[in-house]
């Protein structure tokens, strides 16, 4: 494998701790989805005809819009963003019928997709650079199998790929939520955890080194878990979407998400830390692999959430990737693949 291509360009420096996102909700089937818009910036010192696409970031199981908040703001000087918070999380009412489902996220996502799409302005009508992490990049891929026309390139954060063994950091009690009940069991239990011990908790187990997360950082998240206890669907959300993420493991044929991977034809990138406790790091080659046209970032010393605990190296890696494409309304067509993935560790 080669080395997968950094952009040089230069970026913004990320010398505090920013606050979340302004957002509004945006109109989806079946109800509303509250989605965080980062304004584009272009680069910086300023450049004319500087490219000016779209993104759109979707967040992992228990995450929420805010997990993008420093990417976002480093990748503006391309694209302008939107984060969502999928149905139940963050800032977002729950789905029809509580129903916590990949597919029902998926649905989400693409509805959210066609809104940025159409939204006026310079890049309206092209395909938007999708960007997912853990859950969210599942069902990110699902959804470029599913929406190809709505996806100029794919961008891939530890995604949790199907597995049949469970991960060392999860309780191997989860697997029990696919038994009937057991999930109004979990969701109980969750209701009982301090905000203050869920952050610390999320933590320990996300990041790669947990002594790097700044306090600011740390506080802002307590401030959101208390948020989050005022809902009362929150620690439903959670149980059930893990529910859904484990059943969708099961799914063959097309809804296969390995099987999905292999159809895919938009340049791909695959971003994992070596330090992922959450879903194996060894996955990352076996996706690099399957996908046609991709490439693998390894992150040295980093854990489940690349985004947060390594932005600029994501960052660079991402933008390199919108970079093999045109920027103008020629950016519509399909970029030539090649069969081999290229890989770096950083």
């Not at 995450?63 to 420093?70: E, F, P, R, V």
């Not at 971003?271 to 194996?280: H, T």
């Amino acid at each position: 494998m080669s080395e997968a291509p950094l952009s040089a360009v230069a970026l913004p420096p990320l010398e505090q701790v920013l606050p979340p996102w302004p957002g509004a909700e945006v109109p989806v089937r079946g109800g509303a989805v509250f989605v965080r818009h980062t304004p584009w910036t272009g680069p910086v010192g300023g450049v004319d005809d500087a490219p000016r696409e779209r993104a759109l970031y979707v967040h992992g199981l228990g995450g929420a819009s805010t997990n993008w908040t420093d990417l976002a703001a480093l990748l503006a000087v391309r694209f302008e963003g939107w984060a969502v918070d999928l149905p139940g999380f963050g800032r977002s009412q729950p789905p029809p019928g509580s129903r916590y489902s990949v597919r029902g996220h998926m649905r989400t996502v693409v509805d959210v997709l066609e809104h940025v799409v159409h939204l006026p302005g310079e890049a309206a009508g092209r395909p938007v650079h999708l960007v997912g992490n853990s859950l969210g990049g599942l069902v990110s891929l699902l959804v470029a199998a599913q929406r190809p026309d709505l996806v100029a390139t794919l961008t891939l954060v530890s995604p949790a790929m199907p597995v049949y063994r469970v991960p060392p950091a999860f309780s191997r009690a989860l697997l029990l939520l696919l038994v009937p009940g057991v999930p109004t069991l979990a969701e109980r239990r969750l209701a009982g955890v301090r905000p203050e011990d869920s952050v610390r908790a999320m933590v320990q187990t996300c990041f790669g080194d947990p002594a790097n997360v700044p306090a600011e950082r740390i506080e802002q998240a307590v401030r959101e878990m208390h948020e989050r206890a005022t809902q009362p669907w929150a620690d439903r959300a959670l149980a059930r979407s893990m529910r859904g993420l484990i059943t969708s493991y099961l799914r063959v044929g097309r809804a296969n998400a390995w099987r999905a991977a292999r159809s895919l034809r938009m340049p791909c990138l695959v971003v994992w830390g070596s330090r992922d406790r959450l879903v194996d790091p060894g996955l990352a080659p076996r996706l690099a692999a399957t996908l046609r046209d991709a490439g693998l970032l390894v992150l040295d010393g980093v854990g489940h959430v690349a985004m947060l605990e390594a932005p600029e190296p994501t960052a660079r890696a991402v933008l390199a990737l919108a970079e093999r494409r045109p920027a103008g309304p020629d950016a519509t067509d399909v970029s030539t693949v090649a069969d081999t993935p290229r890989t770096v560790r950083r």
